[in-house]
């Protein structure tokens, strides 16, 4: 049966990744060995990792000043890299959701944390407007995509000071102003390439402002000044998100993915809303996610939920359980996810709705 595959991370990749990963593997570039067993000092695959940042800035039309980082750790280890690397006496940060708040508390480890606002008392449902941005903080901090609450800032911020964006589960899906951030970040594992590559999107002169020590692995400098090749990337992910980017530039780049991705998003959360059975997680409409649709089934038919489970995961709809603090539906719809799953999953909710 055809699977329709909407977990929230690691997640669908294109057909095209997997296929050319499996390629990769058996016989990298026509090297006749595989790329889990080549150096990453050959010239192939200083190739691979030359061409995944040139894409990088190609698709996402990144201005002189930047570099583009493939690191380990992921999003998480972020949290503790950019205060450590940025933060010198205050930062501020945006709560909207439980990626921010575990951003926040590793910044507390480095200096004053201003929290200018926080959807938390209504369980992230909603991203906080008219809050100000302190002009003496170091940076201000955001999560653009809310993975679990199912809440997105889709617009580019205008920020004081220099802004440092969480898009872990955004990256690529639309177009977006890299000028106005100082830093943009992400697993790779939700919309580019499996898991094990952390990217970063960095201005190289936002660096060398803070006083203490960094240890070489923590400090962006040391991999700015190595291209990303300081140590062993992770050569794997690195290679498979390179097959990502091509595919996404032979399908249009991000305006067409974007196209692809709010079309979506329209028929599957128009369908929550008709649906007797449904009701979307997030209420004001401009903040509702197009990457990950939360959604509830209503109080009278709470104790279908299993049930309605089972029904889709008949017709091969898999990872549509929301997450396991919020509950509830999580239906992630990033880039690779094809329209079709989205219809067989609006066809779902409607005949199980004839059931009820
Ligand atoms: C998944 C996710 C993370 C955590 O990423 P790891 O690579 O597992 O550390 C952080 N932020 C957001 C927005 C995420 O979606």
């Given at each position: 049966?055809?699977?329709h595959?909407?977990y929230?991370?690691?997640?669908i990749?294109?057909?095209?990744t997997?296929?050319?990963?499996i ?12 790329v ?7 010239k ?10 040139a894409l990088?800035k ?8 930047y570099?583009v980082?493939?690191l ?9 890299m950019?205060?450590?690397n940025?933060?010198?006496k205050?930062?501020a940060?945006l709560?909207t ?12 480890a ?7 606002a926080s959807?938390?008392?209504q369980?992230?449902?909603?991203i906080?407007k ?6 003496d903080?170091d ?10 609450a ?7 911020l205008?920020?004081?000071?220099p802004?440092?964006?969480?898009m872990?589960s ?11 951030y100082?830093m943009?970040?992400?697993?790779a ?14 201005k190289d002169?936002i ?13 962006y400098q ?18 498979s ?16 993915a ?20 449904f009701t979307?997680?997030?209420?004001n ?16 038919y ?5 049930e309605?489970?089972?029904f889709?995961?008949?017709r091969g709809?898999?990872g549509i ?7 509830g539906?999580r ?10 799953s ?6 779902a ?8």
């Amino acid at each position: 049966m055809k699977k329709h595959n909407f977990y929230a991370g690691p997640s669908i990749l294109p057909q095209y990744t997997i296929d050319k990963t499996i390629e990769g593997i058996q016989d990298f570039a026509g090297t006749g060995l595989s790329v889990l067993e080549v150096s990453h000092r050959s010239k192939e695959f200083v190739d691979v990792m030359n061409e995944a940042q040139a894409l990088f800035k190609e698709l996402l039309d990144i201005p002189e000043g930047y570099s583009v980082l493939f690191l380990q750790g992921g999003a998480s280890m972020q949290f503790a890299m950019i205060p450590f690397n940025l933060l010198n006496k205050k930062a501020a940060y945006l709560d909207t959701g439980a990626w921010s708040s575990k951003a926040i508390k590793e910044a507390k480890a480095f200096g004053e944390v201003d929290v200018v606002a926080s959807s938390k008392d209504q369980g992230y449902n909603y991203i906080p407007k008219n809050y100000s941005i302190p002009e003496d903080a170091d940076y201000f901090h955001i999560t653009t995509n809310n993975t679990i609450a199912g809440t997105e800032i889709k617009e580019d911020l205008d920020s004081p000071v220099p802004l440092v964006a969480d898009m872990s589960s955004d990256i690529f899906s639309r177009p977006v102003d890299v000028s106005k951030y100082a830093m943009i970040y992400g697993g790779a594992q939700k919309n580019l390439g499996p898991a094990g590559a952390t990217f970063v999107i960095i201005k190289d002169d936002i660096l060398g402002k803070v006083d203490r020590h960094i240890p070489t692995m923590l400090n962006y400098q040391t991999h700015i000044d190595k291209g990303s090749m300081f140590n062993t990337p992770p050569v794997l992910a690195v290679f498979s998100a390179l097959q990502t980017l091509k595919w996404l530039k032979e399908n249009g780049g991000v305006e067409a993915a974007q196209k692809r991705n709010i079309e979506k998003a329209n028929l599957l959360y128009e369908e929550i809303e008709r649906n007797k059975l449904f009701t979307p997680a997030v209420k004001n409409k401009e903040d509702r996610s197009l990457m990950n649709i939360t959604f509830v089934m209503n109080d009278e038919y709470k104790d279908k939920e299993k049930e309605f489970l089972d029904f889709a995961a008949e017709r091969g709809i898999v990872g549509i359980k929301g997450h396991r603090s919020v509950g509830g539906f999580r239906a992630s719809t990033y880039n690779a996810l094809p329209k079709e799953s989205v219809e067989v999953l609006v066809k779902a909710m409607q005949d199980f709705e004839k059931t009820v």
